[in-house]
């Protein structure tokens, strides 16, 4: 796999990822685990293309990469420009993020916003999101409307087992500064 490997540009995720793979929490803040963590992304640095995590999927639909380590939705998305890739979920689980909607407090037209959020929420809306912009849904009732073919992506919706066993990245205080030196220290080994 030498220089064939697209990697999301975001250490949480891929910091997160190898600490699972040693066996500890994707969120784990034990400086001793992180230096163990550092020295398995050195070993890999040989194998990785690019880190990526604007757009990766370009380089797996037009073949720099072979294997990527990218968001669901970039492998649904290259599913769909025709690459040829399976997804293939990690025996240690999968980590999870999420997106939300916020309205500040001190919001301007805070009545707007909440009007454009209903708006998105709309079930027709937020399947029609999801045809284009393929991200776990969380609306019931806009997942009556998704196509099979999209609800049946491993990429974007993993099967109910792996969703019970997923670690959530979560806040890690003032250890990012320790993710930070891991993360300059491996890269800077490129």
């Known amino acids: 796999m030498k220089n064939k490997l697209v990697v999301l540009d975001d250490q949480r995720m891929i910091i997160g990822m190898i600490l699972k793979s040693l066996g500890y929490s994707a969120n784990d803040t034990d400086p001793k685990h992180l230096d163990e963590a550092k020295k398995k992304m050195v070993e890999l640095i040989p194998n990785i293309k690019a880190f990526d995590s604007d757009s990766p999927k370009q380089m797996m639909v037009n073949g720099e990469a072979s294997v990527g380590l990218v968001w669901g939705p970039e492998i649904a998305l290259a599913q769909k420009e025709g690459a040829n890739f399976e997804t293939i979920i990690p025996e240690e689980g999968l980590l999870i993020t999420m997106d939300n909607w916020v309205i500040p407090k001190d919001a301007k037209n805070k009545e707007l916003a909440e009007k454009f959020i209903n ?43 792996e969703m019970e066993r997923l670690e959530y990245i979560e806040d890690i205080g003032e250890a990012i500064q320790l993710y930070d030196r891991v993360w300059s220290e491996a890269k800077g080994t490129q």
Request: negative net charge; hydrophobic residues 35%.
């Open 119 to 161: 708006f998105i929420l709309e079930p027709e809306i937020s399947a029609e999101i999801a045809e284009h912009q393929p991200y776990i849904n969380p609306n019931k009732e806009a997942r009556k409307l998704i196509d099979e073919n999209i609800l049946n992506n491993i990429a974007i919706y993993p099967p109910e087992e």
